[in-house]
């Protein structure tokens, strides 16, 4: 049976949902307007991500309800990938008001034997079909050569790569991704990877996946996020949001202070405005100043609301294009990630949670 009936890549993709409305293949509109900048696609596999990771909606062993199969909460449909870059390749006339805004694409592995192969090959036919950059988001897991891996996903047309290490600690690593929950992620690999993937693309080119509220004190939080940096990579930030079914399904997310705090930090030290040596933190390691006021630090990108806005992987202007609206919480007034610049009215919410429990 060939992939095109088993529907599975390197022939077929997944879509974030909100992909695929921007894409036009699925009906919606985008709350306040927040279209997503970049194609987030996933790889699939009718057997599955091999990985069990505590709080993913891909886990191995995800207890969830047909109407629950989800990941980051939102349904992901496949396409063929070779119906996905008909329509980026239609003429702006044509794709008028059914590709939106798309800076980018983001090509997804997962844990699986055969996708260090299949995402090569994937990444060379999108790179050599579409005029959009590629970042991949690269499973360190399945590459025993990830130097040849990530030489071989530049030569195809990748331009930046990126690592989900996720957790904080190599304790929580070990507890939410490894052994302990039967899963083949060791913290040792990701971080040898990050440092292979920065020799392969340069500083800068590489953004390293935190999750705020796995149980990571803040000070933990701030450290891992000042290892990447002095990897050369970039903290991308996201908020634990439960998803249904799994291991930490029925567990809540971190309070809004203390991902603001952990925002600024990213914002901060990712900018090199601030080192770690800056920092203070009370006995429970929560952040108690960053070393100066934060209005003498940030100025107008505190004015603005920049901290607060997603980070993510550019367009080719340099503007954020991996926005992902709402990847962290349903639509609603007070968001943790901005996919957009925020209003007096967000900006009147979200100093006021700063320093906040």
């Known amino acids: 049976m060939d992939n095109s009936s088993r529907r599975e890549s390197p022939d ?35 057997d599955g991500c091999r ?41 702006p006339p044509a794709a008028a008001g059914k590709v939106k805004k798309l800076g980018r694409i983001c090509l997804s592995m997962v844990t699986h034997p055969r996708a260090a192969a299949d995402c090569i090959g994937m990444v060379t036919e999108l790179s050599a079909r579409t005029d959009l950059p590629l970042s991949v988001l690269a499973s360190p897991t399945i590459l025993p050569a990830a130097t040849a891996f990530f030489e071989a996903i530049k030569a195809g047309g990748a331009d930046r790569v990126g690592i989900a290490v996720d957790a904080a600690t190599p304790e929580l690593f070990a507890a939410m991704r ?27 080119q590489v953004s390293v996946h935190l999750i705020v509220g796995l ?8 450290q891992a996020i000042a290892r990447a940096n002095q990897y050369g990579a970039q903290a991308h930030l996201f908020s634990f949001c439960p998803e249904p079914g799994s291991k930490l399904g029925s567990c809540e997310p971190p309070s809004y202070g203390q991902y603001r705090r952990i925002q600024l930090a990213a914002y901060l030290l990712n900018k090199q405005q601030i080192s770690l040596a800056d920092f203070a933190f009370d006995p429970q390691g929560k952040i108690v100043s960053y070393g100066r006021r934060l209005e003498e630090l940030l100025g107008d990108q505190l004015a603005a609301g920049a901290p607060f806005m997603t980070s993510g992987c550019p367009d080719r202007t340099g503007c954020v294009a991996c926005n992902r609206p709402y990847g962290n919480e349903r639509p609603g007034p007070v968001l943790r990630n ?20």
């Open 51 to 91: 990985a069990n990771c505590s709080y993913c909606g891909l886990a191995r062993e995800r207890q969830a309800e047909p109407e629950e199969n989800t990941f980051i909460r939102v349904k992901w449909p496949v396409y063929s990938l070779a119906a996905i870059i008909d329509i980026l390749r239609q003429p």
């Open 178 to 204: 490894g052994a302990a929950v039967g899963g083949p992620h060791r913290w040792a690999k990701y971080w040898e990877s990050i440092e292979q993937a920065v020799d392969v693309f340069g500083c800068e």
């Open 338 to 357: 901005y996919p957009f610049w925020p209003e007096a009215a967000d900006l009147t919410t979200v100093k006021g949670q700063i320093w906040d429990e």
């Open 12 to 46: 077929f993709v997944q879509t974030s949902l909100a992909g695929a409305m921007a894409l036009g293949l699925e009906p919606g509109s985008f709350y306040r307007n927040a279209c997503p900048g970049s194609l987030n696609l996933l790889m699939t596999y009718q």
């Open 215 to 222: 149980g990571e004190t803040e000070q933990a939080m701030v």
